[in-house]
T-cell receptor, first 110, second 116 residues
Framework: GQNIDQPTEMTATEGAIVQINCTYQTSGFNGLFWYQQHAGEAPTFLSY????GLEEKGRFSSFLSRSKGYSYLLLKELQMKDSASYLC???????????FGTGTRLKVLA | DVKVTQSSRYLVKRTGEKVFLECVQDMDHENMFWYRQDPGLGLRLIYFSYDVKMKEKGDIPEGYSVSREKKERFSLILESASTNQTSMYLCASSLTGTSSFAYEQYFGPGTRLTVT
């Protein structure tokens, strides 16, 4: 079956580094997405990985291991505005669909 | 910039009413999607469309129908609204990927629907 798991909630301190993990099982896979969603707002695209390895974009980095069905989002130098939910999503090859995790709610404390 | 707009941010309807939610995208994307988002359940796909007049059921299509008469517009219809359809409804669009590459989805601002 199709399945994505990520932790429900995480807490970190301003200025720190946090890693949000995501594991997936899909029949067919064409990439892993990370989205950020502030409360009451729409998800916005953060990153996409289709090959193994680390992709860096400023304070945010995303890693993928296809053989392990594992990804993580790394947020450095945390700011209060990073308090949000972070959704991982897998593209399902051979379809037009994506499967989403339930999201990780990150609280950044002063 | 891709823009996806939805007809209403907030909507209150009565049980049994027919409800129309509209979504418009301005980037010529082939694919459009309707999701509902509920606490603890994440984003669940209701229907999607990969071309004009083409549609496919997602994971939770019961009680919903869709219409795509023009490429830029995708409508979600609740034939007879019920209280368990109270939710946040999100529309999204994307380009079509390949078996080895996918494009990101762009989301509209969402419609918070309350059925009383």
């Amino acid at each position: 079956g199709q399945n994505i798991d990520q932790p429900t909630e995480m807490t970190a301190t301003e200025g720190a580094i946090v890693q949000i993990n995501c594991t997936y099982q899909t029949s067919g896979f064409n990439g892993l997405f990370w989205y950020q969603q502030h409360a009451g707002e729409a998800p916005t695209f953060l990153s996409y990985n289709v090959l193994d390895g680390l992709e860096e974009k400023g304070r945010f980095s995303s890693f993928l291991s296809r053989s392990k069905g594992y990804s993580y989002l790394l947020l450095k130098e945390l700011q209060m505005k990073d308090s949000a939910s972070y959704l991982c999503a897998a593209g399902l090859s051979g379809t037009y669909k994506y499967i989403f995790g339930t999201g990780t709610r990150l609280k950044v404390l002063a | 910039d891709v823009k996806v707009t939805q007809s209403s941010r907030y909507l209150v309807k009565r049980t049994g009413e027919k409800v129309f939610l509209e979504c418009v995208q301005d980037m010529d994307h082939e694919n459009m999607f309707w999701y509902r988002q509920d606490p603890g359940l994440g984003l669940r796909l209701i229907y999607f469309s990969y071309d004009v007049k083409m549609k496919e059921k997602g994971d939770i299509p019961e009680g919903y129908s869709v219409s795509r008469e023009k490429k830029e517009r995708f409508s979600l219809i609740l034939e007879s609204a019920s209280t368990n359809q109270t939710s946040m409804y999100l529309c999204a669009s994307s380009l079509t990927g390949t078996s080895s590459f996918a494009y990101e989805q762009y989301f509209g601002p969402g419609t918070r629907l309350t059925v009383t």
